[in-house]
């Protein structure tokens, strides 16, 4: 059933996807902000994130009558789950609860915006927390990092610096907060067994309560420019080693546009299934200075997490004694292979159909749905909602990745050491 789409009078987007009869009784809300990352204020890395986690505050101070000291007292209460993600472009919070309780979860989410407010404690629990994080994090996402710094000067990722968030304050958080968090940035979205009048009539007691922002929205932060090309095409763009508890490298290459080029973005996440699911592990077979490899598109894998600019990260193991110049050659050589020959049906078959099984998988979650309803509808307009990219991968052809893996070749590429490996002088 086709997501009901309408607007509150301040501004809030609201989208509503009734699924009679699915989900176990249970309704997903989710709640996106058109700021992550990219929007933090310069010399304060990471106040995106703060502002994330002071919507979930650990400390007692936002008691109420009923006992429940916190957002995640009531949902967990309620027998629910809830949680939130910050990326470089949008912010999300989700909720998934038994139907029967969206009204209260609807009231307990206007709340949380109406009355934010924190105090300097409060902050400085959360600036800690975020800093185990960031330690956390460092080790999955580092190498992605350092593909897209090299790629696109200036780029941050949406964690954040310690030292910067160390010196943040409560009134900067509400600063950020009282620019971004605002109706018209802001999409609520909710899916399951409900009754879309139902749902807006609830949304708009509750939610029209928000003032409408002030002034013109916040123009979004630009997205950073490429690394210049040198003047021999494709460019190799070094980044400082890293170090792993395996010997390899990292590959980098960016993605196109997956708002204004839809299709091509596509092409290359079926280029990434089809080299992962056979032209790899045939390299790895053939070839004994490559232990293992694997492409993925967006970080950690997540293609449409984000808008521009995206990734695609090869990475891969090696045998002692080879070198970086060893797999980018390697590398090249699988792209150029796909390039100059399409894949037969069946092999293009099976990674459109594993790329379509994943979706359909993402689509059973009730949180999954609700967050990509949100997300579609700030990042990806007229991309057509959650049902519409199962389609749009299988008009994917084996002539356009072949393109794909063309483009791969003809374009930049960052290249990361891993652990041990050597570099050729």
Do not use: K
């Not at 501004?11 to 933090?40: F, I, K, R």
């Not at 027998?79 to 009231?107: I, K, S, Y």
């Not at 390039?339 to 099984?357: C, F, G, M, T």
């Not at 002539?399 to 050491?417: D, I």
Request: aromatic share 4%; net charge negative; hydrophobic share 45%.
């Amino acid at each position: 059933m086709s997501p009901h789409d309408s607007r509150l009078a301040n501004g809030l987007g609201l989208s509503v996807e009734p699924l009679p009869g699915h989900g176990g009784g249970l309704v997903s809300v989710a709640l996106t902000v058109a700021a992550g990352g990219d929007a933090d204020p310069a010399g304060r890395h990471g106040t995106a994130h703060l502002v994330e986690h002071l919507m979930f505050p650990r400390a007692a101070a936002t008691e109420t009558d009923d006992g429940l000291d916190s957002h995640v007292a009531r949902v967990e209460g309620a027998g629910g789950v809830c949680n939130a993600e910050t990326h470089r472009d949008h912010t999300v919070f989700h909720t998934t609860v038994p139907a029967e309780l969206l009204p209260e979860v609807l009231e307990w989410e206007a709340r949380r915006l109406l009355t934010f407010a924190p105090d300097g404690s409060v902050l400085r629990t959360e600036t800690s927390v975020i800093a185990e994080e960031i330690r956390g994090a460092a080790a999955a996402g580092r190498v992605w990092e350092a593909a897209l710094g090299a790629l696109y000067p200036g780029s941050r990722d949406s964690f954040g610096t310690p030292g910067e968030l160390a010196r943040a304050t409560a009134a900067e958080a509400g600063a950020f907060f009282r620019r971004h968090y605002r109706p018209d940035a802001m999409v609520l979205s909710v899916v399951g067994d409900v009754d879309p009048d139902r749902v807006a009539a609830s949304v708009d007691s509750h939610f029209g309560q928000l003032p409408a922002g002030e002034g013109p929205l916040p123009a979004p932060s630009p997205a950073p420019s490429p690394a210049p090309a040198p003047a021999v095409a494709p460019a190799v763009v070094r980044t400082a080693p890293l170090a792993s508890p395996v010997s390899g490298a990292a590959l980098g290459h960016p993605l196109p546009d997956p708002v204004r080029d839809r299709a091509a973005y596509l092409a290359h996440v079926v280029l990434a299934e089809t080299l992962s699911r056979s032209r790899l592990p045939g390299l790895t077979r053939r070839d004994p200075r490559i232990t293992s490899a694997r492409v993925t598109c967006g970080y950690l894998g997540q293609w449409l997490g984000s808008a521009v600019p995206d990734l695609a990260l090869a990475q891969f193991a090696t045998a002692p004694g080879a070198d970086v110049t060893a797999v980018l050659g390697a590398w090249r050589e699988v792209l150029a292979e796909l390039a100059a020959r399409p894949a037969d049906a069946a092999e293009h078959r099976r990674a459109v159909n594993a790329l379509l099984l994943a979706c359909h998988r993402r689509a059973d979650s009730l949180t999954a749905r609700s967050v990509s309803l949100g997300r579609t509808a700030l990042l990806f307009p007229g991309a057509g909602g959650p049902d519409a990219l199962p389609r749009d991968l299988a008009r994917v052809t084996a002539a356009e990745v072949s393109a794909a893996a063309a483009a791969l070749l003809a374009g930049p590429c960052s290249v990361t050491a891993l652990g041990e490996i050597g570099e050729t002088r």
